[in-house]
């Protein structure tokens, strides 16, 4: 099947794939999209099912919309897989957040894999984020300049290469030939999830993951929540874009055991 690119709820969305459970692909604070063109690569491959990969509200080509919340980012989602029978939903970092709640919300959900959640804040970070929220936009008279800049903040600098469609998709044109990232600054408002009450709370399986090099957050501190935890050897915290085969294998290795 054609993947498809449409605007439902406001989000801008892909999908396509075919089969009798459907993947809901999340992506992290800052990014778009494109962050899953790997695992759905082996979706197709291996006729898994139908993927969906949305923009979150702020991001990539899904408009600017306040508030930015969990409960909004959830929201807008509800739509898009309220007749969908067989979900697992992958998220990356904040998108994996946004999946434990759609596992404790819906009775839909049968996994939730999330790769690469934050846990673990300090006082400096979240005032750091609060302050980067009210920055207003900022732009460059190049695309090149604008781009190297939202692989740098999205932590994909070196892991894509900026012609990709990963990169390009990261920035927007304005009508004056000025480039912006397509995010919103004011996203950073978003602040911290209360991960541990989200895995307490999910009605399904859930597994954490992350990277063996991820900066952000350990296997030790995720195993810190009494929930099924997984190392991904060699990878860092954009582990779906650095090596979507180990996030794939966990995904059918989830799908396996539940056979």
Known sequence: MTPQEIEVAELYLRSGGVGETTYLLLHGLGATGEVWEGFVDLLDRNEAGRWLVPDFRGHGRSPWKLPYTYDSLMGDLMPLIDEVNQLVVVGHSMGGVVGLMLGGALSNVERVLGVGIKVSWNKDELEQMQALSTRPARWWSTQPEAVER???????????????????????????????????????????????????????DVVLACGEHDKMVSAEELSALDVAVRELQSLG???????????????????????
């Open 150 to 204: 939202y692989l740098k903040v999205s932590g994909l600098i070196d892991l894509v290469s900026p012609d990709s469609l990963a990169a390009q998709r990261g920035v927007f044109a304005g009508d004056d030939d000025q480039y912006r990232l397509a995010a919103d600054p004011a996203i950073y408002a978003v602040g911290r999830p209360p991960v541990a009450e989200l895995v307490q709370a999910a009605r399904c």
């Open 237 to 259: 915290h954009n582990a779906q874009v650095e090596g979507p085969e180990q996030v794939w294998l966990l995904a059918n290795e989830l799908l396996e055991n539940n056979r």
